[in-house]
């Protein structure tokens, strides 16, 4: 027997749906929108708003993810560019020991 249930996700807000009522190692996998056959423009319009907020949401994270690789991007940068004037002196340094040795 299928039961009726009310989404509270946030691409499905207050969109209800029926499923098997037997717990999960015994239902027969049933499940569908209530409003299958003909959604309601409202529907349609809260399903977009929410799509849109996910959406949103997805990406001011990544945006704040790519600053956060910028940064680190750049910190790394400076790291190289130190460790390459280090070498350059140590190489400059046992070149002039060589030719004080010499």
């Given at each position: 027997?299928?039961?009726?249930?009310?989404?509270?996700?946030?691409?499905?807000?207050?969109?209800?749906?029926?499923?098997?009522?037997?717990?999960?190692?015994?239902?027969?996998?049933?499940?569908?929108?209530?409003?299958?056959?003909?959604?309601?423009?409202?529907?349609?319009?809260?399903?977009?708003?929410?799509?849109?907020?996910v959406a949103t949401l997805k990406m001011e994270n990544l945006r704040e993810s790519l600053n956060a690789i910028k940064i680190e991007r750049d910190n790394l940068?400076?790291?190289?560019?130190?460790?390459?004037?280090?070498?350059?002196?140590?190489?400059?340094?046992?070149?002039?020991?060589?030719?004080?040795?010499?």
């Open positions: 027997m299928a039961r009726c249930f009310t989404s509270r996700t946030p691409l499905n807000p207050e969109r209800r749906f029926y499923r098997c009522s037997k717990p999960k190692i015994e239902n027969c996998e049933f499940w569908r929108w209530e409003d299958s056959s003909s959604r309601n423009s409202s529907i349609d319009v809260n399903l977009l708003k929410s799509k849109l907020k940068k400076k790291k190289l560019e130190n460790l390459e004037s280090l070498n350059y002196f140590e190489m400059f340094f046992q070149h002039e020991k060589d030719v004080y040795l010499m």
